[in-house]
């Protein structure tokens, strides 16, 4: 990526109240900085973040034991309200942040073609979990080890 795009991108993301996302933001993000023509001639599409968050309600009935894979993730709305889902069942079960942290990027995953898109779902990811938590003491090392860390490129890539 080029000097003039990441600046660019800066001055985007400048704008948002990170503290208080309760979407997926960067999807208007991406689709500000990647051409229509582009992203149709990819086949994407973006999913409302109503009905994303339906279907994980209705899809995903035991968040701590499921697995969740987008296997075309974009900016991430499918994995926004997948972790949403995992935190807050780990909380309900007395989770400690650690525990949460490794158990959620075990069992929510997702992967895209277009590397921008990853980019941007790593950070929908990182939101979704939440400032207040990725701030938390990290006794388990679980931040510090690199999270999102498991990133495979081949043809695409996938996240966290």
Same mark, same amino acid.
């Given at each position: 990526?080029?000097?003039?795009? $990441? /600046?660019?991108?800066?001055?985007?993301?400048?704008?948002? @109240?990170?503290?208080? =996302?309760?979407?997926? =933001?960067? &999807? $208007?993000?991406? %689709?500000?900085?990647?051409? @229509?023509?582009?992203?149709?001639?990819? !086949?994407?599409?973006?999913?409302?973040?109503?009905?994303?968050?339906?279907?994980? %309600?209705?899809? $995903?009935?035991? @968040?701590? #034991?499921?697995?969740?894979?987008?296997?075309?993730?974009?900016?991430?709305?499918?994995?926004?309200?997948?972790?949403? /889902?995992?935190?807050?069942?780990?909380?309900?079960?007395?989770?400690?942040?650690?525990?949460?942290?490794?158990?959620?990027?075990? &069992? =929510?995953?997702?992967?895209? $073609?277009?590397?921008?898109?990853?980019?941007?779902?790593?950070?929908?990811?990182?939101? @979704?979990?939440?400032?207040?938590?990725?701030?938390?003491?990290?006794?388990?090392?679980?931040? /510090?080890?690199?999270?999102? !860390?498991?990133? /495979?490129?081949? !043809?695409?890539?996938? #996240?966290?």
């Amino acid at each position: 990526m080029g000097s003039r795009f $990441v /600046r660019g991108l800066a001055r985007r993301l400048a704008r948002f @109240a990170w503290a208080h =996302v309760e979407t997926d =933001v960067m &999807k $208007v993000l991406y %689709e500000s900085v990647i051409d @229509a023509e582009q992203r149709h001639s990819l !086949g994407e599409y973006y999913t409302p973040d109503w009905l994303a968050e339906i279907v994980v %309600e209705e899809t $995903v009935t035991d @968040a701590l #034991t499921e697995r969740v894979l987008d296997p075309s993730c974009g900016s991430g709305t499918f994995l926004f309200h997948a972790v949403r /889902r995992y935190i807050a069942a780990g909380e309900a079960a007395g989770m400690g942040i650690g525990e949460m942290l490794t158990g959620v990027t075990s &069992k =929510v995953l997702g992967m895209d $073609v277009h590397p921008v898109a990853v980019t941007l779902a790593r950070i929908t990811y990182l939101l @979704a979990i939440g400032p207040e938590r990725l701030a938390h003491d990290d006794p388990a090392g679980v931040l /510090r080890a690199g999270l999102p !860390g498991r990133t /495979r490129c081949s !043809g695409g890539s996938r #996240t966290p």
